[in-house]
């Protein structure tokens, strides 16, 4: 599929009314998976009550894991554009490159974590979690942009909100079960 066939958003030449329309959607649709998320992390109230310390990573895990996508969905975005980009290639690449990022992420964390905390538990839930959650993000960045570039949508527009809510969502879920496992 080449850039030709997907109407990119400008928001030099479009009315402000025009760049609102196009960006709704996908931003309610965030709206409903961040709600959605709220209800996902309610879920391990259980081990967050047993140590409040497993709450202070959450924004850590979100935010390296979105970081991470992030610069996988612009990189394949841009490429898309020109089309320079081969989703397989960038599969392969990309998922080595997460777990990679993973690796070097979780890693200095644990490191952080224990001299920090002194929890055997907590760094290893932390660290695993950040791992975890990193390596899967390349995954859901280009699997997000790559269904509404098959849609013909400019996934400039709406992959971003929708891969963050997901990844996110993903994040605090992965978070969650792997400190429940260890600290329940």
């Avoid at 030709?4 to 959607?25: C, F, G, H, M, W």
């Avoid at 081990?47 to 612009?74: C, E, H, K, W």
């Amino acid at each position: 599929m080449n850039a030709e066939n997907i109407k990119y958003a400008d928001d030099e030449t479009l009315s402000v009314k025009r760049i609102i329309q196009i960006r709704i959607p996908s931003l309610a649709l965030g709206l409903i998976l961040g709600i959605f998320l709220s209800f996902v992390t309610s879920r391990f109230e259980e081990a967050l009550s047993q140590d409040i310390r497993i709450a202070f990573f959450i924004p850590f895990i979100v935010y390296m894991a979105d970081a991470v996508g992030a610069q996988t969905q612009n990189i394949y975005i841009r490429d898309l554009k020109t089309g320079k980009a081969n989703f397989k290639i960038y599969l392969i690449k990309e998922t080595l490159a997460g777990v990679i990022l993973g690796i070097a992420s979780s890693l200095p964390t644990a490191i952080i974590t224990a001299v920090w905390l002194a929890s055997t538990k907590i760094t290893l839930a932390v660290s695993l979690a950040m791992f975890g959650a990193i390596a899967i993000a390349p995954l859901v960045a280009l699997l997000t942009t790559e269904i509404f570039q098959l849609k013909h949508k400019d996934p400039a527009v709406g992959a971003g909100p929708l891969a963050t809510a997901i990844q996110d969502t993903l994040s605090v879920l992965i978070y969650g079960i792997i400190t429940s496992s260890i600290i329940l």
